[in-house]
């Protein structure tokens, strides 16, 4: 049986920080990947967003690494050469109703450290964006949008100018754990024995935590299904600016986000869905989005929705039960040493990344 110091399974853009990280600090790492490329899970049907850190709660992995992964995000792709945009966003209240819960947002984002948002009113909105309806909105200025696939390129550069590897169409099948080392074994048969794993497996990695022989099944969480549909729109949009509604239960609403192009693509809503696998958009969602969208851009022109994309929330809880926070369970936690597992790491994850990375390190 071959050895290896550290394997992280998953290649989507965590598990790549994660193993650029342990790489750079001199660790002997593999990464294992079922698909047949990087990224085709959770970090390749997003928004590509930069968050600012706004929305989580205090205290919380979520606001810490989000506010921190931010900074070294711009930084690292500044350096590296990037595709990025400081496009900066607008959260709105769309009825009187609304503005306390915009103004309670503010406050949110102080407690997390994001000091740079400001407070204005329709007319000054408007100034911003002529086409946007609003009774007050919040400018955010950090928020921004990157090319994640550039991103997980240059994260899988760095990791194999660091001696690291990744092998792909290499889906695992179950781990078992010993005194002596973690052993990983791929569905073809092939076995690792490893000194740390770290299950980055996004959507499949409760199941596979689920398969660790050694691991309580107290330590799994319960797995749930939030799909995020997205409609593309025909045309060019009239906005600079990211626009976001004011959330609402089970996410931030359908809101309107660019690419690097400018092409304006609008969700993600929330589906509760009963497998990984429904991807599919359906056109008469469409209908839901106009009406959506019309709260603060009443001029979006009959039939200029066309069906994206979706992609998949890899939730730790049901509909029934608020938000829970990233969780990122180390021996700790469940008692196993070198093992560390990534549940629920969904928004803001890929603002997250290059933190989490340095975070696990230091568990593994």
Not at 122 to 147: F, K, M, Y
Not at 296 to 303: E, I, K, Q, R
Not at 308 to 328: N, Q, W
Not at 335 to 343: C, D, H, K, M, T
Request: hydrophobic letters at 45%; proline letters at 5%; one cysteine or more.
């Amino acid at each position: 049986m071959d050895t290896v110091d550290c394997v992280v399974i998953g290649a989507g853009v965590v598990g790549l920080s994660v193993a650029r990280a342990l790489a750079l600090a001199g660790r002997e790492v593999m990464v294992l990947e079922s698909a047949a490329a990087i990224g085709t899970g959770i970090s390749s049907r997003n928004s590509e967003v930069i968050h600012a850190g706004i929305y989580y709660q205090s205290g919380s992995l979520k606001a810490a690494l989000c506010v921190r992964g931010k900074a070294m995000l711009y930084a690292y792709c500044a350096e590296r050469g990037i595709g990025h945009r400081r496009c900066g966003k607008l959260i709105v209240a769309t009825a009187p109703a609304q503005q306390d819960r915009l103004m309670a947002l503010v406050e949110q984002a102080k407690a997390n450290g994001v000091d740079d948002l400001r407070w204005l009113s329709a007319e000054q909105a408007r100034a911003l964006e002529p086409e946007l309806a609003c009774h007050a909105a919040v400018l955010s200025p950090s928020t921004g949008i990157v090319d994640s696939h550039a991103l997980m390129l240059s994260l899988q550069g760095d990791l194999e100018n660091a001696s690291g590897m990744v092998a792909l169409n290499t889906p695992v099948a179950s781990m078992a754990w010993t005194p002596d080392a973690i052993v990983v074994i791929a569905e073809d048969g092939t076995r690792l024995a490893a000194r740390s794993v770290v299950n980055a497996a996004g959507l499949h990695a409760p199941a596979l935590a689920s398969r660790c022989q050694g691991l309580s099944p107290a330590c799994v969480p319960r797995t749930g299904w939030a799909k995020g549909n997205y409609f593309t729109l025909t045309g060019r949009a009239p906005f600079s600016h990211l626009i976001y509604p004011v959330p609402q239960a089970g996410g931030l609403g359908v809101h309107l986000t660019l690419d690097l192009g400018g092409q304006a693509r609008f969700g993600p809503d929330v589906q509760w869905v009963e497998s990984a696998d429904d991807l599919q958009v359906d056109p008469a969602r469409a209908a839901g989005f106009y009406a959506d969208i019309r709260n603060y851009w009443p001029a979006l022109p009959d039939g200029a929705l066309q069906p994206g994309y979706a992609g998949m929330r890899p939730k730790i809880h049901g509909p029934e039960e608020s938000g829970r926070d990233f969780l990122i369970q180390g021996p700790a936690q469940h008692g196993l040493a070198g093992l560390v597992n990534l549940f629920g790491i969904e928004s803001p994850g890929l603002t997250s990344a290059l933190a989490m990375g340095d975070y696990v390190r230091l568990l593994v």
